[in-house]
């Protein structure tokens, strides 16, 4: 089963700051915060992850509070190709060969 | 930028037929993995794959299910003789550490 809790919707209208939140109370010392997308019925998508810092790219940010019980991903400037379904994913990045465990994700509605 | 292909996009295959679906991962990659989609579900693990022997497999990879590396490039998925209920979309992924996702295959079981 998926470590990770996260709503299973929200909206964002386009332009503004989108801030997807995910629970991961049982993440342990190990394991990294990786977030996916998946536009309709497409491959996941990598976005970011992290360990225990703030992580930014090209793409997105990602806030990990300092008892890395929970994140947040932000998309600064959401647009309507940002409408997708948002996956908050728990792995141990010690075994390269360690599978992901998708759930259900938020899925995210971007609004003109 | 390197990306995982798969082909084909879209399988079409009458129940009890032995479908191939291939993969090509990113070339300095050496990990690699199948997942599933049935529609309106979550992606479910498959398998995984590492030095030409498989590394982990779910209790859906049951005997029909096959995986091989023919050659230096491609990665397969091989159904032995489909069911109606392996219609769904398959992708693979590879990675040295980051997983990056094909486009997937939808397979068709009619």
């Known amino acids: 089963d998926a470590k990770t809790t996260q709503p299973p919707s929200m909206d964002c209208a386009e332009g503004r700051a989108a801030n997807l939140p995910c629970n991961h109370s049982t993440i342990s010392g190990n394991e990294y915060v990786y977030w996916y997308r998946q536009i309709h019925s497409q491959g996941p998508q990598y976005i970011i992850h992290g360990l225990k810092n703030n992580e930014t790219n090209e793409m997105a940010s990602l806030i990990i509070t300092e008892d890395r019980k929970s994140s947040t991903l932000i998309l600064p400037h959401a647009t309507l190709r940002d409408t997708a379904v948002y996956y908050c994913?728990?792995?141990?990045?010690?075994?390269?060969?360690?599978?992901?465990?998708f759930g259900t994700g938020t899925r995210l509605q971007v609004f003109p | 930028e390197p990306e995982v292909t798969q082909t084909p996009s879209h399988q079409v295959t009458q129940m009890g037929q032995e479908v191939i679906l291939r993969c090509v991962p990113i070339s300095n990659h050496l990990y690699f993995y199948w997942y599933r989609q049935i529609l309106g579900q979550k992606v479910e693990f498959l398998v995984s794959f590492y030095n030409n022997e498989i590394s982990e497999k779910s209790e859906i990879f049951d005997d029909q299910f096959s995986v091989e590396r023919p050659d230096g490039s491609n990665f397969t998925l091989k159904i032995r003789s489909t069911k109606l209920e392996d219609s769904a979309m398959y992708f693979c992924?590879?990675?040295?550490?980051?997983?990056?996702f094909g486009p997937g295959t939808r397979l068709t079981v009619l």
């Open positions: 994913i728990v792995r141990d990045q010690s075994y390269n060969t360690d599978k992901l465990i």
């Open positions: 992924a590879s990675t040295e550490g980051t997983q990056y």
